[in-house]
């Protein structure tokens, strides 16, 4: 799989995004093992608490649908009206309900900084993850 492609990918899902309030919009493409992709964008909430992230999104979408294995996630985002430059890496909350739905050593976070795809594995990203 192109992560260029995933990338892309997630900058149409970017264009749905509701972000009235922060005016920060993020998109996410999330590719399952068998290279089905599952979008998502945030959507905003007046209000605040229970605004989505783009990434959540995705997986949940992914999740009704009966989907249980996954390859990478792609992820944009940058101020409503601006074109992506850093990259945009997932938050906190989202890398901790991935990591129960992913292989931590090979699950791969794809962003792209000043047009330069890069590559992480959740589990860099997520060192000494939360197990219940
Ligand atoms: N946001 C995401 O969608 N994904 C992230 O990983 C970080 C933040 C959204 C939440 C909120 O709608 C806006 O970006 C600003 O925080």
């Known amino acids: 799989m192109d992560h260029k492609w995933l990338l892309q990918q997630a900058h149409e899902a970017r264009q749905m995004a509701y972000a009235?309030?922060?005016?920060?919009?993020v998109g996410a493409a999330l590719l399952t093992r068998e290279g089905?992709?599952?979008?998502?964008?945030?959507?905003?909430?007046?209000?605040f608490?229970?605004?989505?992230?783009?990434?959540?999104?995705?997986?949940?979408?992914?999740i009704s649908?009966?989907?249980?294995?996954?390859?990478a996630i792609a992820i944009v985002g940058?101020?409503?009206?601006?074109?992506p430059v850093h990259a945009c890496f997932p938050?906190?909350?989202?890398?901790?309900v991935l990591s129960e739905h992913v292989d931590l050593e090979s699950f791969l976070v794809v962003v792209e900084e000043?047009?330069?795809?890069?590559?992480?594995?959740?589990?860099e990203l997520l060192p000494k993850a939360f197990v219940f």
């Open 20 to 25: 009235p309030y922060s005016g920060f919009a």
């Open 36 to 47: 089905k992709v599952y979008r998502g964008c945030n959507i905003e909430s007046s209000v």
């Open 49 to 62: 608490s229970p605004s989505l992230c783009a990434e959540r999104v995705a997986l949940a979408k992914a």
């Open 65 to 71: 649908e009966g989907e249980k294995e996954f390859a």
């Open 78 to 83: 940058a101020n409503v009206g601006e074109e």
């Open 91 to 96: 938050c906190g909350v989202c890398r901790q």
């Open 114 to 123: 000043e047009g330069e795809v890069k590559t992480h594995t959740l589990g």
